[in-house]
């Protein structure tokens, strides 16, 4: 039995080889970025990207789990692919809310940030190019539909080139590591929301003040022992924060999923993942018994709806879009033949976007 030196030893030498190995690694992936800069050609490219984890994990004889190779060569990309070209992403920001959270975890830690004020400027960001791609929350399991990201996919030339789903724990964070003398708590309005049980039992006496995002609260409950704020772990650690109670939200499982939003010349749609989905918006003329017309097409050839989701078209008719998701691939013959027929009983037809679905 090696004692705990001569086993640090041994992991001092492993990482060693390691090293040379990522940085031979790093190396070619920086001279495959010189041939994409020649050919014009796309930096980030998800399906490669999937079969690499793919193909690894075939191999993998363990003890690393699947998912921790995954997560470790997600990063080991992230931070290739940054040497190619810094992808720049934007989100709703400041530092530390979900939206930050959700860019990580989709393109590893290697990218750079471009925090917005609001879903409008990330919008904005990824069509004017100061951005690559755009990050947003399009739905909460528990509060719906975030409206303001699906209005703004309607008439953007941005397309949904994948998403990610995000398990939200709101904690309740403030410089003292308890909850004592607590008078105020600063959060967004969803989240006071979604954590309202929980503050009306255990500080029923403090105030519940509405801030533009979570990060502010938290930001803001860091000038101020008295105040406290409702974000997540990151944030904390941000803002130098103590997390007083853990995930104080009522949901346990409160889960929000966000799109990601670019041009197609930064990224045409994706390949075919074997696991895939369709978002559509249209609108169908203004007659009994059209709305379920456009349903029949996916159940003649067989293709599934997730989502359907109706938004007013505001042109005081009580017209509507419908925001449709379907599973599977256009380059399907069934997905492609329900498609076909679905855009012709449509007075309007827009595809957002074909991705592969999160796990
Ligand atoms: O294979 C490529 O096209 C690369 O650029 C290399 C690499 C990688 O690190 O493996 C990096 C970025 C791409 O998103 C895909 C893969």
New binding site residues.
Partial sequence: MRDLAQLRDAIDAVDRELLAVLNR?AA??NE??EL?RKEGST????E??AQ?IHNLQQRNPGPLKAAQVATVWRE??SA??SL?APQRVAYLGPKGTFSEQAAVEFFGSSIEHVPCVNFDEVFQAATSGTADFGVVPVENNSEGVVTRSLDLLLHSPLHIVGEISLLVRHHLLRLSPSLDGVEVVLAHPQALAQCQGWLSKHLPGAERRAVSSNAEGARLAATNPAWAGIASERAGSEFGLHVAAHAIQDEAFNRTRFAVVCLPQVLAAPQASGQDCVSLVVSVPNRPGAVHDILAPLKRHGVSMTRFESRPARSGQWEYFFYIDLQGHPSQPQVAAALAELQSLCAFYKVLGTYPVAD
């Fill in positions: 690694r070619l992936a495959v970025g994409k930096v980030y490219r998800p490669r990207e690499v080991i990309m290739c692919r190619e």
